[in-house]
Structures are given as C-alpha cells and as structure tokens.
C-alpha cells in the first residue's frame, strides 16, 4: 500500500504547497514543482519514482493538455498560425545553437554538442498552460500563439531527433521521410475525426443509459487521441490537446470541462507536478556547477530571446513578445524525455545525464514566476 502513502503526500503537499506560493505572489505551480523536489530524492526522499508515479502523471499532463484544448479558442488558434510558425522556428534556431555552442566550449564531443542543441530547442507547456489558466490569459493572442507554437515546435523537434539517431546514433536508421509522412497523417487524422467522427459520438453515446457517458466518451475520444498520436511518433500531450479541441466544437463543451475539472485537478494533476521533481538529484554534480549554469543561462536567455523575436516579427508589441518568448522558457517532460532517448542512443554521456536534468528543472521552475510577472506588467 505504498502507492496510497504517496498519494496522501503528494495531494496534502501540493495543495499547501501552491496555496504558500501564492501568498507570497507566485503561480501555484511553482510551489507544487518545488515540492516535488523537497518530497523526491533530492532532499528528504520520502517519494521515489514508481510505476504508479509514472502512470498517474501520464495521466496527469494527459488531462492538463486535454482540458487546456477544451478551453481554448480555435479562431483564435487560427487567426495566430503564422506568428505560432515565426516562434517556434526561431525558438528552436537560438537554443540550438546556444546549447551547442555551449557544449563546444566546455570541450565536450561534436557529437554531444549538437544534441545539446536538440535537447534545448524542446518546449513543454504544460506548466505555461497552467500558469495561463490561472491568470485567465489561455485564450489570449499571446497564448494562443504560445499554445500553436508548442505544436510546430514538438513536431521539428522530433524531426530533428530522428536525423540524429539516424546517422550518429547507434539505433537503426530512420527514414526522414516515413518519419514527416508521420506528422501529416496525424494532423489529417485528428482534424478528419475532429470535423465528422467526434460529434457525432459523443451524440451518440451519450444517450447510453449508464452513469455519466458523456465524460466516459470524451476520456475514450481523449485517450485514442493520444495513443493514435504516440502511435505516429508526437508527444501524447499534442493528441490531448487536439482532443480537446476536437470536443470544445461540440455541444458538450461546458458539460465535460466542469466535470473532468475535478477529476483532474484534485488526483492526477498534483502527482504530474510532483513528478518533475522527482528526476532531480543532487548527487555527484559539484564538478559540473559552471557547465549547469552557463547551460541553464542559455537555455531560458536563447529560448525567450527567439519566441520573443518570433512574436515581433508578426507584429505583436514589444511586451506581449516578452510574454510569448517567456511562455516557451519551459522545457518539462518533453526535455525529460529527449534526455532519455539520447542517454539510451549514445547521444548524451551518462556523466552529464544529471546535471541536464537539474538544467531542464530549472528552466520549467524559471518559467511560471517570469510569465506570471510579464503578465502582470501588462495589464
């Protein structure tokens, strides 16, 4: 019954935790990462990684992305695709060559230099989105452009973690083309299901006489989603999204979101937060100090420096660029995930393993209190 004991923690822990964080005029959510690093390894240790650590904060982002998508404005998305295409290209160019270079300089292989740079170019925003929904801005020009973004971003990315397996990997070669062909199946998929099949079964089904069948069958839309997104080789959390979009068209919009809420928000959310935390450890890192700061720099200077030109250039001002570029700071589980796969193909030395670790928490702990103060500043 472990798994019950690190419930207890994690939900009591969280929710003291962000109602602390916002007394002293910070997001929530930075208090729920935080604690994840205090409960972790790193300091008292009393919640390891587990499966059902694992399980639960899958979940957990899953609904966190699904609910972001159901709350936001789809003619809103469209009218900033072009600014969403503008930052996500420049906020991979700058933190490409920013974690490059700083691998270069700190002597390390061509080889692990420029994975670096692809591990750098990576954006989460399932805690931008948090911090966004807290400060009702998600359907926003900026978030929408954030939220568009971070799809295009997603998929260059892992476009360009696949030439890199290919051909200075040691897995088996990928074909770049099989790979693209991927990506637009996804995006044919998920918007062909979206206009004709969604609909009409949540209409459908929703009049089973069981117990609450519409939420049922936005979870089943939900999870196919995803899986039908990790299937093509995207981050579920992009599935999620698209999910909740699909539905946010639909009558049952309203319905779904104040139920699915609670579900969320109460159990499985706390447990993604608590998560992140978890991965660090500050154990055999104190050679590695300067190379961790001068990364962490890189990482959140080259990130913003690009999403906020990106913004610019679209003709956003200058403050709501400031507001776009801190936005896609975060590099969370997405960058997690990158640093395994290049641990597993040969791509990354397991000695730097930690301190890229610490380096991608510190960026998703810079990234909530920036945002929210830029935000802030505006209105």
């Known amino acids: 019954m472990e ?5 207890l923690l ?12 916002v007394r002293l005029g910070q997001p929530s959510v930075l208090g729920k990462l935080i604690i994840g690093i205090v409960l972790g390894p790193a300091v008292l240790g009393w919640i390891n990684n587990s499966d059902f650590i694992h399980y639960f904060s899958e979940i957990g982002v899953i609904m966190l992305m699904f609910l972001a998508g159901l709350e936001t404005d789809l003619d809103q998305l469209k009218k900033n695709w072009k600014a969403a295409f503008a930052v996500a290209i420049l906020g991979i160019i700058f933190p490409f060559i920013g974690g490059f270079g700083i691998g270069e300089l700190f002597g390390l292989h061509t080889t692990y230099s420029l994975f670096i740079g692809v591990l750098l170019s990576a954006t989460s925003v399932s805690i931008t989105v948090q911090v966004l929904k807290d400060m009702n801005k998600l359907n926003s020009p900026e978030g929408s452009t954030i939220l568009g973004a971070s799809v295009v971003d997603d998929v260059l990315v892992v476009v360009l973690l696949a030439l890199m397996t290919s051909f200075l990997g040691t897995g088996e070669e990928v074909s770049i083309g099989l790979l693209v062909g991927k990506k637009v199946l996804f995006f ?3 918007i062909l299901a979206g206009a004709f099949i969604v609909p009409i079964f949540l209409k459908t089904l929703s009049k089973l006489k069981v117990t609450e069948p519409v939420i049922s069958m936005a979870l089943v839309i939900c999870f196919a989603f995803v899986y039908f997104a990790d299937v093509l080789g995207m981050a579920g959390i992009i599935g999620a999204f698209a999910a909740g979009l699909a539905i946010s068209q639909t009558e049952f919009k309203h319905t779904i979101e104040g139920k699915i809420n609670p579900i969320a928000y109460a159990v499985f959310v706390p ?14 890192i104190g050679s590695q100090i300067g ?8 990482a959140i200077i080259t990130k913003l420096i690009g999403g906020t030109i990106g913004a610019k250039l679209t003709g956003f001002n200058n403050h709501s660029s400031l507001i776009i570029g801190a936005g896609m700071v975060s590099r969370g589980e997405v960058a997690l995930i990158i640093a ?5 193909e040969y791509l990354l030395l397991p000695e730097y393993f930690t301190a890229i670790v610490i380096v991608i928490i510190a ?5 909530p209190p920036l945002l929210k103060y830029l935000i802030q500043k505006a209105s």
Do not use: D, P, R
Not at 11 to 19: P, S
Not at 292 to 298: D, E, F, G, K
């Open 271 to 284: 447990v993604f937060f608590v998560s992140i935390g978890l991965n660090v450890s500050f154990s055999g």
């Open 340 to 344: 395994a796969t290049g641990l597993q």
């Open 10 to 21: 994690i939900l009591l822990a969280t929710k003291l935790a962000g109602e602390l964080s």
């Open 363 to 367: 960026t998703t702990l810079f990234a």
């Open 291 to 298: 190379f961790i700061a001068a990364l962490t720099a890189s």
């Open 3 to 7: 798994f019950i004991l690190y419930l």
């Open 188 to 190: 044919i998929g998920v």
